[in-house]
């Protein structure tokens, strides 16, 4: 299975497109609430390619993800498909 036909994976990547390609962990939390499940998406979304993952230690360890070109791309036919159900006139 791929890992965009998972439940909140075209959730995850539109919102980082929308934060402009890069967000920590943590700023996904309200798109999926179960620290588990989005852990387990976002493990997904970069054995498919869609993301990279940098783990940081700053005090605390920092998830940072970022979308690869084809992410990137995924997101932006992802957000252009949203524009069309929203405004489809």
Known sequence: MDSLDLKYSKSVLLRIYDKGGSVIQ????????????????????????YLVIT?????????QIDLTEKGRAIAEQLKRA????????
């Open 26 to 49: 943590s700023d996904l939390k309200d798109i999926v609430s179960n620290w588990r499940t989005l852990s387990d998406v976002i493990r997904s979304l970069k054995n498919d390619g």
């Open 55 to 63: 783990e940081k230690i700053a005090g605390r360890r920092i998830t």
């Open 82 to 89: 949203q524009e069309i159900a929203e405004n489809p006139g």
